[in-house]
């Protein structure tokens, strides 16, 4: 079945260092989302991508949708200490999303 | 906009209980629901689809009848969780999404049961 793998599964960063998390799908996805989950709380919807080879920024965060739409990244830049979380790839297929295993970030002040 | 509630937000049963969980849309309809089941430290499993008004697609080993889906109207659905017993301890989340307009899921905070 349709699978998607995110790695890398735990990054340790300094304040300030960038940091970048990679999704792929075995299979071309519609479209993929991500999500970012504080510890103790719940998945909230950062974004979606749907065209192939998209690029969307959200002020520091930077989101990149593969040309052949089975691979993702989230990138942020100069990390802050409220980055802290576990960010998800879901993988949009027929109306289903397949998620990652998530990226889970922490960064030391 | 879009906010999506689940109620309880934990629950401590005595093994061979029933447990209902509700989740609601509070701003939109919701066309399509989803319940998710996550482990500590791990991603989120689909446990199920429900669309208003038809039977939810449970996806592969998660039992029918353990975990009953109901998805009546387009701003609630509830799960009920069957006889529980301790290995269904875990955090049970929904999330709603209106079908044609985004495939957007907007996700409610969670249930954590735990199962005596």
């Known amino acids: 079945g349709q699978q998607v793998m995110q790695i890398p599964q735990y990054q340790h960063v300094q304040e300030g260092e960038d940091f970048t998390t990679y999704c792929n799908s075995s299979t071309t996805l519609s479209n993929i989302q991500w999500y970012k989950q504080r510890p103790g709380g719940h998945p909230v919807f950062l974004i979606q991508?749907?065209?192939?080879?998209e690029v969307k920024k959200q002020k520091r965060l930077t989101f990149q949708f593969g040309e052949a739409k089975k691979n993702s990244s989230l990138h942020i830049t100069a990390t802050q200490t409220t980055d802290v979380g576990t960010y998800f790839c879901?993988?949009?297929?027929?109306?289903?999303?397949?998620f990652g295993k998530g990226t889970k970030l922490s960064v030391k002040p | 906009g879009a906010v999506v509630s689940q109620h309880p937000s934990w629950v401590i049963c005595k093994s061979g209980t029933s447990v209902k969980i509700e989740c609601r849309s509070l701003d939109f309809q919701a066309t399509t629901m989803f319940w998710y089941r996550q482990f500590p430290k791990q991603s989120l499993m689909l446990m199920a689809t429900?669309?208003?008004?038809?039977?939810?697609?449970?996806e592969q080993g998660v039992e029918k009848d353990k975990f009953l889906i109901n998805h009546a109207s387009l701003t609630l659905s509830t799960l009920t969780v069957t006889s529980a017993h301790p290995e269904d301890s875990s955090f049970y989340i929904c999330?709603?999404?209106?079908?044609?307009?985004?495939?957007?899921?907007?996700f409610g905070p969670g249930t954590r049961l735990t199962v005596l």
């Open positions: 991508l749907v065209k192939s080879g």
């Open positions: 429900s669309n208003e008004g038809s039977k939810a697609t449970y």
């Open positions: 999330s709603a999404t209106q079908r044609g307009v985004s495939d957007t899921q907007y």
């Open positions: 879901g993988g949009g297929s027929q109306g289903n999303l397949i």
